[in-house]
Antibody
Framework: EVQLVESGGGLVQPGGSLRLSCAAS????????MNWVRQAPGKGLEWVSY????????YYADSVKGRFTISRDNAKNSLFLQMNSLRAEDTAVYYC???????????WGQGTLVTVSS | SYELTQPLSVSVALGQTARITCGGY??????VHWYQQKPGQAPVLVIY???NRPSGIPERLSGSNSGNTATLTISRAQAGDEADYYC???????????FGGGTKLTVL
């Protein structure tokens, strides 16, 4: 059974940093592209970042470029999102998602809440 | 940047057919995927590559894509279909993933 479990969310002050993790199991993690997607309270889904299986191709949404860094450790079946210079508008539930061959999200984690507030 | 437009809300009578549209420039040339999200839950993929259903998704849900509009059709709507629905594409020219704004489906 495919499982994606996010962790690392919490309350952080504006300008602070946070590192999210996503532990994957039930599939060969090293062969899949992975993404982060977020959802602000009461709002729609927003794509955040993309990393391919070998970490050779990485993309960021304009809203996080230069502040967030996506990475992965295939030996540990883990995906990460380092978030720096956090802003109030970064407040959201952050989901990690497995990417299928048509760039569809076939599995999602349960999400982790990040709240940026003083 | 590429944009996808969805109606904010769609209502359907119990047992009738609901259609949720997703508009985008020449969207017919892209692979469109659809997600269902119920309150407090993660999204679930219900349609991929325009019209394909993942295992476990009922045949009542179907999709189509042509020209500037993709459509998710829910036949014989049930109370359990009440949810937010999002369309999504991948813009290969930028590498960006794009979501529509989401549509709230209400079953009356």
């Amino acid at each position: 059974e495919v499982q994606l479990v996010e962790s690392g969310g919490g309350l952080v002050q504006p300008g602070g940093s946070l590192r999210l993790s996503c532990a994957a199991s039930g599939f060969t993690f090293s062969t899949y592209t992975m993404n982060w997607v977020r959802q602000a309270p009461g709002k729609g889904l927003e794509w955040v970042s993309y990393i391919d299986s070998s970490s050779s191709t990485i993309y960021y949404a304009d809203s996080v470029k230069g502040r967030f860094t996506i990475s992965r450790d295939n030996a540990k079946n883990s995906l990460f999102l380092q978030m720096n210079s956090l802003r109030a508008e970064d407040t959201a539930v952050y989901y990690c998602a497995r990417v299928g061959v048509m760039v569809q999200y076939d599995y999602w984690g349960q999400g982790t809440l990040v709240t940026v507030s003083s | 940047s590429y944009e996808l437009t969805q109606p904010l809300s769609v209502s359907v009578a119990l047992g009738q057919t609901a259609r949720i549209t997703c508009g985008g420039y020449n969207i017919g040339s892209k692979n469109v995927h659809w997600y269902q999200q119920k309150p407090g839950q993660a999204p679930v993929l219900v349609i991929y590559r325009d019209s394909n259903r993942p295992s476990g998704i009922p045949e009542r849900l179907s999709g189509s894509n042509s020209g500037n509009t993709a459509t998710l059709t829910i036949s014989r709507a049930q109370a359990g279909d009440e949810a937010d629905y999002y369309c999504q594409v991948w813009d290969s020219s930028t590498g960006y993933v794009v979501f529509g704004g989401g549509t709230k489906l209400t079953v009356l």
